[in-house]
């Protein structure tokens, strides 16, 4: 029986078609990738242009203001009225979007045992991310170093993992402290959405690699998203909890 086997040409082709395949699939997913950054881009200057609407309009921060049911009090933090946890999600943080957009999403009494987020349906209160995990939300909260705020905090969006929704289990519906294996954001792409809102440095700015502490949002990076002022872009897992300056997009930082 005549065998035949590959010749060193037919085996040359086949090897550059099987690397142009792998280029392309490279490609496509950078360009998905890239996509998906600039689409949360635009959400955020959305979200700032009309934060600032709302503020010129009502001269409070949504969920903060008095003259909307439920009230806030007005000092321009976004928070839990008492006991100020800022990483529970009641009070002027889960009334945000729901002061912002009535029409999208829903409030809730500033009373124990409070709402869990949810991106979908009737009881709509936050929404989605447009980059990171699949699942992915987008909170307002005030950054603090403890659990009682200040004047010198400031307000941030946050991305979380929608593992951050289903574990809220205490009667005010606290965050669990985000790290390594429960936040949103790959560091590439973290790194990627600093630089086009930003300043591309983690530790400073308008956009930062933060997390989520026992009781509010921190400026402290997960372990193995960045290091100082430099994103870990070696690393393809979702270890970032981004923190976005609210009205920075607009030249107004709250």
């Known amino acids: 029986m005549n065998r035949k086997g590959f010749t060193l040409v037919e085996l040359s082709i086949v090897l550059?078609?099987?690397?142009?395949?792998?280029?392309?699939?490279?490609?496509?997913?950078?360009?998905?990738?890239?996509?998906?950054?600039s689409s949360q881009v635009s959400q955020f200057q959305q979200f700032d242009a009309a934060v600032m609407g709302f503020k010129d309009r009502y001269l409070?921060?949504?969920?903060?203001?008095?003259r909307h049911s439920p009230v806030g009090n007005g000092d321009n933090l976004l928070s839990m009225i008492s006991p100020k946890w800022l990483t529970a999600y009641?009070?002027?943080?889960?009334?945000?979007?729901?002061?912002?957009?009535?029409?999208?999403?829903?409030?809730?009494?500033?009373?124990?045992?409070?709402?869990a987020p949810t991106t979908s349906g009737a009881s709509k209160n936050v929404p989605a991310a447009k980059m990171g995990i699949n699942n992915a939300f987008?909170?307002?909260?005030?950054?603090s170093s403890t659990n009682a705020a200040t004047s010198g905090d400031y307000?941030?969006?946050?991305?979380?993992?929608?593992s951050q929704a289903q574990t809220i289990t205490t009667s005010w519906y606290r965050y669990s402290s985000t790290n390594n294996t429960n936040s949103a954001v790959q560091p590439a792409q973290l790194l990627?959405?600093?630089?086009k809102l930003d300043d591309g440095i983690a530790n400073s700015g308008h956009v930062i690699s933060g997390d989520v502490g026992t009781d509010y949002l921190r400026n402290v990076?997960?372990?193995?998203?960045s290091s100082g002022a430099d994103y870990t872009v070696s690393s393809s897992d979702y270890i970032c909890t981004p923190l976005i300056r609210i009205g920075a997009q607009v030249g107004n930082p709250q």
């Open 90 to 115: 009641t009070c002027e943080i889960a009334n945000f979007w729901g002061h912002l957009f009535p029409d999208q999403y829903a409030t809730s009494a500033c009373a124990p045992p409070g709402v």
């Open 138 to 143: 987008i909170v307002a909260s005030t950054i």
């Open 16 to 37: 550059v078609i099987i690397g142009l395949l792998i280029g392309g699939i490279l490609v496509a997913q950078s360009m998905i990738d890239s996509s998906k950054v």
């Open 221 to 225: 990076a997960e372990v193995g998203c």
């Open 155 to 162: 307000n941030y969006y946050a991305i979380l993992h929608p």
């Open 60 to 66: 409070y921060l949504p969920g903060d203001s008095p």
């Open 192 to 195: 990627s959405l600093d630089k």
